[in-house]
């Protein structure tokens, strides 16, 4: 009776809000808004197995069902089974939710058809042919942005035991109901309340890109569902920062981390301390900004020795020894230098910002998600190496030897958007902070962060012993050119890969052949300068045109797997080898388990236990779990798992896998197959 109380009163709630206008659009009593199907993945399960069963729900236009947690103003479904004696039903199993803002509240929905699925256990010692009806009345809530109603509903559905098997076309639906489930994170997270302000840390590797996280708690209480949730990232940490629900209730914390299209991760999360992120109160004073500004500045101090960023500064500093000892012209140089880099800094900072106020968990080099920025910085790259290595000549002062205000803003400028696929350390932590601070302190930091990239210039054109130290300009300035074109053919390479790794072989391919064009021009645009023929640079503007027109044609490839064909997980290759009596290490792994990494790295990819693999002929398969595969879920799910990481050893001959402890040690593999 609780929940339809509270059913009941929510819907009075509703309809108190909507105000006599609601009336013209009250439904017909008894008209059905989230029609539903109760459909069993096997309708001939085995005696002393299970079976899973999906409520598959549609909602009508405008109308909208509720997560477990219905947020602000919703409540979750309730199911009441009717089974055969024996037979039990788990828990509702529910896929990533969406969310809905009305009047304030907010809602934790499905607005499109969604399915919930549950596992049937059936009793042990029954005849094959027995029936099994199953009956589940469904009271639940469903709303209009204007209405609510509460509404019940009876399914019913008749299996006979049998030896389970499954029609392909089912296993294939289910599989993909199964993908939409939040998967388990392996390892819990941590949550600390400070003041008004509730952080929760995920132990998340850094690796896993992020697009748009929110954090679902399975019950109210926690946080204020209606406010924004700011993202951090520290190291392995992914930090959410949100207000204190107006009245919180104590017990444990779980809930649902939201990833982006519509992907989840469960976990639980426990009372303790965060580092590594601000957070309210003090932590957002004086002495925290101060510390973040610092950080910045130094952070960007480092870039300067970093592939992207040294070849410019290089040569902007050597521009002042051509010029001479002018103290005036230097200090002009140097100020516009800073003015460029500290604008373009402050200029991401600002859309960086405006993306977080949005509701988009952008970080730090958000544009370099995109394949087509990192074609536009791959062309910008390739044609500052060319330049260096003498191919042609740009027609901006600071690269052809000339001085001048605007040749060193443009030139700031220019460093500072090519450094952004640089990272160095200093950074994450004072940017992370940037990110929780008010708007006016963390444009603060970004700037700091230019004007560590603009120091080293800074401190010549205003140090005149600094300037008098530069070597004299000679035709070794040439040579220095060519050397520092090195490092950025470097940089171009290290973006080639990055749009690889986004864009797939295709858009690198794209890539390249659009570098390949802009470099023909350019080349092009050279040959016309050295022979002093007039407008000598249409050459490289034409191909650089074209190239840009390639480049914004790539697109973000699908998932690729990250295991060899020889390696990867598949219980045919697992059989293959048992049969040929050979002992057999399996493992589970997601990119999203911070565990999984942890043991990877401290004791699966040791030298140590790949010697020892080879020498007892022990075979490795590996199961890549991180886009939740349904038939690597299956597998896991039979071996009373509910998600990653799995370790399990095959002995010769052995019936059934000694399943490893979660915490691995070289030792422990060592021994396997001795």
């Not at 609601?22 to 008209?31: I, L, Q, R, T």
């Not at 058809?113 to 469903?142: E, H, N, Q, R």
């Not at 001085?403 to 803003?409: K, L, T």
């Not at 130290?469 to 080639?496: D, E, N, Q, Y």
Request: net charge positive.
């Amino acid at each position: 009776m609780r929940g339809w109380f509270y059913i009941l009163m929510t819907a009075l709630f509703m309809l108190v809000a909507t105000g006599p206008g609601m009336a013209e659009s009250a439904p017909a009593p008894g008209a059905i808004h989230l029609a539903m199907r109760l459909i069993a993945e096997s309708e001939t399960p085995a005696a002393g197995g299970r079976t899973t069963l999906a409520i598959v729900a549609t909602p009508d236009k405008g109308w909208h069902g509720y997560w477990k947690n219905g947020g602000d103003a919703g409540l979750p479904t309730e199911a009441h089974w009717t089974l055969p004696g024996g037979a039990s039903a788990g828990e509702l199993r529910y896929p990533v939710p969406g969310r809905l803002k009305i009047a304030g509240l907010m809602n934790y929905v499905y607005e499109r058809p969604f399915t919930l699925l549950v596992d049937l256990s059936v009793p042990a010692g029954m005849a094959k042919g027995t029936p099994l009806p199953i009956t589940v009345k469904l009271d639940y809530l469903v709303c209009t942005d204007t209405i609510c109603v509460p509404e019940s509903q009876t399914l019913s559905t008749k299996l006979t035991v049998g030896d389970g098997a499954i029609d392909p076309a089912t296993r294939t639906e289910f599989d993909r109901w199964r993908a939409a489930l939040p998967k388990p994170l392996g390892g819990d997270g941590v949550i600390e309340t400070q003041g008004k302000q509730v952080r929760i840390a995920v132990p998340l590797p850094a690796s896993v890109a992020v697009k748009d996280a929110y954090f679902y708690p399975e019950r109210s209480g926690i946080i204020d569902h209606a406010a924004p949730q700011v993202m951090t990232r520290s190291g392995d940490q992914l930090i959410l920062t949100m207000p204190v629900a107006a009245v919180p209730t104590p017990g444990p914390v779980s809930g649902v981390l939201s990833i982006g299209e519509g992907q989840g991760l469960s976990f639980a999360a426990k009372p303790g301390a965060i580092a590594g992120a601000s957070g309210g109160g003090t932590d957002r004073g004086f002495g925290a900004i101060t510390l973040a500004f610092l950080g910045a500045v130094l952070g960007g101090l480092l870039l300067n020795i970093m592939p992207c960023v040294f070849p410019i500064l290089s040569l902007k500093a050597l521009s002042l020894a051509k010029g001479g000892g002018d103290e005036r012209h230097a200090r002009t140089e140097a100020l516009a230098y800073t003015a460029g880099v500290v604008l373009v800094c402050v200029g991401l900072g600002v859309v960086l910002l405006a993306l977080r106020a949005g509701g988009q968990s952008a970080g730090w080099a958000f544009q370099l998600q995109d394949p087509r920025v990192i074609g536009i910085l791959l062309l910008l790259v390739a044609g500052i190496a060319f330049n260096l290595a003498g191919l042609f000549e740009l027609p901006i002062p600071a690269f052809a030897g000339r001085s001048g205000a605007m040749g060193s803003f443009a030139t700031g400028a220019l460093a500072a958007f090519v450094a952004t696929p640089c990272s160095g350390p200093f950074m994450a932590g004072a940017l992370g902070a940037a990110l929780v601070l008010p708007a006016a302190a963390a444009l603060a930091v970004f700037a700091g962060l230019g004007i560590g990239i603009a120091l080293p210039f800074l401190a010549i054109g205003f140090v005149p012993a600094l300037r008098r130290r530069l070597p004299k300009p000679g035709m070794w300035m040439v040579r220095l050119r060519h050397i520092l074109s090195v490092p950025m053919f470097l940089t171009a390479l290290a973006l080639a890969w990055i749009l690889g790794q986004e864009a797939g072989v295709t858009g690198m391919t794209l890539g390249l052949a659009a570098a390949l064009i802009a470099s023909l021009g350019f080349w092009w645009t050279g040959l016309r300068q050295h022979s002093g023929k007039g407008q000598a640079g249409w050459p490289a503007v034409v191909a650089l045109v074209l190239a840009v027109a390639i480049v914004v044609t790539v697109k973000p490839a699908a998932a690729v797997a990250k295991t060899s064909a020889d390696t990867a997980f598949t219980e045919a290759k697992l059989e293959d080898l048992r049969k040929q009596n050979r002992p057999v290490f399996a493992y589970f792994t997601a990119d999203w388990c911070l565990s999984c990494k942890v043991n990877e790295a401290a004791a699966i990819e040791r030298s140590s236990v790949r010697d020892a693999f080879a020498r007892n002929k022990v075979a490795v398969l590996v199961g890549d779990w991180t886009d939740g595969d349904p038939v690597l879920g299956r597998f896991i799910e039979r071996h009373n798992r509910a998600g990653v990481p799995l370790y399990l050893y095959y002995a010769p001959g052995a019936k059934a896998p000694q399943v490893l402890p979660q915490v691995l040690t070289p030792s422990m593999l060592e021994k396997l197959g001795a």
